[in-house]
């Protein structure tokens, strides 16, 4: 099976592009789909360590890599992403890595929001995604 997936750059609404790169889709639709819901991931490694401790392009790529495998153990891939909630604690640093976070959200290019915070689960983490995507139901 199959299902419609539509993304959708209203007119009336402003592109966000960064570094050349458009940013996300202001509208998904889908007919006919699964969901899979992925929980706030962190630049953990398989053994719970933290990687990239002040490095915030080194965080983005784990948290990608862990958001890859969170999909695949659902028959996902990063291309099946419609949303992603991302939850930074430096905004001017997070868009300095565009070109990684574009790697793992940019073929999808899914619904988006980003907002800094204060801190997140530890002082060593600079980034966490929270991640929604879609696949065929049936």
Do not use: W
């Not at 398989?46 to 862990?66: F, S, T």
């Not at 958001?67 to 868009?95: H, M």
């Amino acid at each position: 099976m199959t299902y419609a997936r539509n993304n959708i750059h209203p007119d009336g609404l402003a592109r966000r592009v960064v570094a050349g790169h458009l940013l996300y889709s202001p509208v998904v639709t889908l007919e006919g789909a699964r969901l899979v819901f992925v929980s706030g991931l962190l630049a953990r490694d398989r053994a719970g360590n933290i990687i990239g401790k002040g490095d915030m392009g080194a965080q983005i790529r784990q948290v990608g890599e862990n958001l890859r495998i969170a999909l695949e153990a659902a028959g996902a891939t990063l291309e099946d992403l419609v949303r992603t909630c991302t939850y930074v604690t430096d905004i001017e640093e997070f868009f300095r890595h565009v070109d990684v976070r574009q790697e793992y959200f940019g073929p999808a290019l899914p619904t988006s929001t980003t907002v800094e915070v204060r801190r997140l689960a530890h002082a060593d983490f600079l980034v966490e995604v929270e991640a929604f995507a879609a696949l065929p139901a049936g």
